[in-house]
Each structure stands twice: as structure tokens, then as C-alpha cells.
């Protein structure tokens, strides 16, 4: 029974995770009317925040990741890539985003991050 719950579980998880991927995608391509005061660069910590829950999201959708070092740096590694294709599409697709580095490396932070946090809370989670 317990394994069945696991499971499902895990499923929610997914789900989750791909929701979260679909609406850092929707966010980043949206066009804002508002654009409220902000300090130069504030805007990397929201880009931090939102990639460290793609990531910590999809390395929980997949547990056996902590076991498996290829599968969790392919994790990790994907969550990059995607932040990367967000940014190439702002400046290809739309003519009010624009693509940055700086964007780039504060997701690149948040998804390793994400990653940190997950090896060292699921190990102790494990070991209970």
C-alpha cells in the first residue's frame, strides 16, 4: 500500500513540475503592461526563485535521482537549457522581452541551488 501511495505521489509531483514549467514559459513570454519600480537587477531573484522550483520540482518528480548521478545532473542540466530556450525565444519571438546573460545566470543559480537543497534534505529524509 505504502508503494502504491509513493507512486501516486510521485505522479502529483510531475504534474506539478510540469506545471511550473509551462508557466515559467507562459511569464516569460507575456507581455506586461504594468511594469511596477524596481531596483536594478531585483528581477534575478524572481528568476532565481522560479527556476529553483523548476528544478527542486522535476529532481523530486524523479527520487531514484539522488541514487543516480547521471540522471539528476540530466535533471539539472535540462532545467538549464530550458531557462536558455526562454531566453532565445524572448528576443526571437517577441518585440517587448529581451534575452540576458545576467537572466540566464540567475536561473542557472536557482537550478543548482534546487539541487543543493535536494541532495542534502533527501538524504536525511532517507536515512529516517
Not at 507575456?30 to 520540482?57: C, E, M, N, R
Request: include cysteine; hydrophobic fraction near 55%; charged fraction near 15%.
Amino acid at each position: 500500500m505504502q508503494k502504491v501511495i509513493q507512486i501516486l505521489l510521485q505522479h502529483k509531483i510531475l504534474f506539478l513540475a510540469l506545471g511550473i514549467t509551462l508557466f515559467i514559459g507562459y511569464l516569460s513570454l507575456k507581455k506586461i503592461d504594468f511594469i511596477p519600480i524596481q531596483l536594478s537587477h531585483s528581477d534575478k531573484v524572481y528568476h532565481a526563485i522560479a527556476y529553483f522550483s523548476l528544478g527542486l520540482t522535476w529532481l523530486l518528480g524523479f527520487p531514484k535521482s539522488l541514487q543516480k548521478k547521471k540522471l539528476k545532473y540530466a535533471i539539472v542540466i535540462s532545467c538549464v537549457i530550458y531557462g536558455i530556450v526562454i531566453e532565445v525565444l524572448q528576443a526571437t519571438l517577441t518585440s517587448y522581452r529581451t534575452a540576458s546573460l545576467l537572466d540566464i545566470v540567475a536561473n542557472t543559480v536557482g537550478v543548482i541551488v534546487a539541487m543543493m537543497l535536494f541532495n542534502k534534505v533527501y538524504k536525511k529524509i532517507v536515512a529516517i
